[in-house]
């Protein structure tokens, strides 16, 4: 809002998380309206609605097909419309079942071409790093190599990509911070 924008538009499909946008919303006094939808059945009063869509992190491991998504966020964007892109990097995802370079325990190490569904049945605050229980849920682990081809097969075209060691998942395991790229950057324009 602050670098020109007249409005701000939040899909999701979480009632709490609307609720909490809502609320911080209100305290930053934005102009900003939520709507509670499948990012993949976005109305389509919203195609070509959009100047600039922001992807927050931890959003792309939810869906199961990412020509789909993107898909979407192409309709939604004006023509000239730009994305940016702040996400856990798939590498990240190495560590998930317990490695730990100190056990050298490489039977645990996620295989970086592993897709498909991963399932887990608790839950972890990114903020507290806090887990919890939960139902039962899926996330969908990919690599840099599908994640783009997404973006470029949906008229997109990638302007730039960045890698950076910020573990935005706020990951205890302080033996692999600064080491490897665990989020990146993409900003991209529609074509």
């Known amino acids: 809002m602050r670098l020109g924008a007249k409005e701000e538009v939040g899909f999701d499909i979480s009632d709490a998380a609307i609720s909490e946008a809502e609320e911080l919303a209100g305290i930053a006094k934005e102009n900003a309206w939520f709507v509670r939808t499948n990012a993949l059945e976005i109305d389509e009063t919203y195609t070509g609605y959009f100047d600039f869509i922001y992807i927050s992190h931890g959003s792309l491991q939810w869906f199961p097909n990412l020509e789909d998504y993107f898909r979407v966020i192409s309709r939604l964007l004006k023509k000239g419309g730009r994305i940016m892109i702040f996400e856990i990097h798939p590498f990240k995802y190495f560590f998930e079942n ?94």
């Open 98 to 191: 317990g490695f730990r370079f100190e056990e050298q325990n490489f039977d645990k190490l996620t295989s970086y071409f592993e897709m498909g569904a991963n399932h887990y049945s608790e839950g972890l605050d990114c903020f507290g790093n806090v887990k919890y229980e939960s139902t039962e849920g899926f996330w969908f682990m990919r690599k840099m190599s599908e994640i783009i081809a997404a973006i470029l097969h949906n008229g997109i075209g990638i302007e730039e990509f960045e890698e950076y060691p910020f573990d935005l998942d706020g990951d205890p395991n302080q033996g692999t911070a600064g080491k490897f790229p665990f989020s990146y950057l993409i900003t991209a324009e529609k074509k």
